[in-house]
Every structure is written in C-alpha cells, then in structure tokens.
C-alpha cells in the first residue's frame, strides 16, 4: 500500500494556526518578562525571537510533509509568509492593547528616549525637538515598530525555513 499524507489544515488554514500560536506565544513571553520587570538591555528579550524563530520553522516543517501544498521554495516562503503575516497582526495588536490598557508603558519608553538622548549628548533643543515628535507620533511609531520589526525578521526566519524545507520537483 502506498503511504498517502492527508491534509493535516489547508495551508491558508495551517499558516493561521501556526501564526496565533506563535504569535500568542511571544505575547506571553513578553508578559512574563515585564511582570519580572527585565531590563530592556538583558539578553532574555531576544529570546521571543527564537521562540519566532522556531514557530516559523516548524510551520515550514509541518508543511513540507503534506503533498497537498506546494513545497518548492516559493510555495514555502508564501505559506511562512502568510503564518508571519498573523503573527504581525497577533504583536501588533498586543503592543497597542498594552499602551492603551497600561499608560506606564508609555511613560517608561519616554523615560528610555530621553535617557538615549542625554547620552549621546544632544542639545537641550535637540531633546526638546525629538521628545515633541516622539509625543506627537507615538502610536504610529508603536505601529510602524511592531509591523516592520515583525516583518523583517519573519521574512528571513521564512526564507531559513523554505530553504531547509523545500523539496525540489521531482
């Protein structure tokens, strides 16, 4: 008998799976961090990039074993594509909710701003001038941060992932 492989979801389906566990994962991470008050600058915080890291190549993983997907390197990084997608969505909408539920949270990344100031010893007119537009934009700097910081690394953790994964057309 042939050895058939079901669908485990249909790959738009998979992608939404992986991607809410993903990113629902690195959201509490960050939130046992904070509770544990973690500096910014301690290694731990890069750690929700492995946990990225690792949902992005397991996704790739589970795809790759269905025949039913396109596993070339193409068909990979689309369906890893689509799986960092939600989990931009799933970061993006945790980091606002945070702002906007907790004002502290605003309140210490202006405290960190302008520490970042002072020491790279900006006039006071400079501080003046970059802590007005940080006050002005702040949402849109949280939005902008969250989306293309998600986005960069998930497309390379996709592109590791197709290129481990994918199989060639045979």
Do not use: Q
């Not at 960190?112 to 007119?125: D, H, Q, W």
Request: hydrophobic share 55%; proline share 2%.
């Amino acid at each position: 008998m042939a050895s058939e492989t079901k669908a485990i979801l249909p790959s738009n389906k998979l992608g939404i799976t992986f991607g809410l566990a993903t990113g629902l994962s690195m959201v509490v991470y960050n939130l046992i961090l904070r509770m544990m008050h973690v500096p910014d600058a301690s290694w731990l915080n890069f750690m929700v990039l492995v946990i990225y890291l690792v949902g992005v190549l397991w996704f790739c993983y589970i795809f790759s074993k269905n025949e039913n997907h396109d596993t070339s390197f193409g068909g990979m990084f689309k369906g890893g594509f689509r799986m960092i997608a939600i989990v931009t969505i799933v970061l993006l909408t945790a980091a606002l909710l945070t702002v906007f539920i907790d004002p502290s949270v605003k309140k210490e990344i202006m405290d960190n701003n302008l520490a970042a100031l002072v020491a790279a010893k900006k006039t006071k007119a400079e501080i003046d001038s970059a802590m007005k537009l940080a006050r002005d934009n702040f949402t849109l700097m949280i939005v902008m941060n969250a989306v293309f910081t998600n986005i960069f690394y998930g497309v390379i953790f996709a592109l590791v992932g197709a290129g481990i994964f994918k199989k060639s057309k045979a």
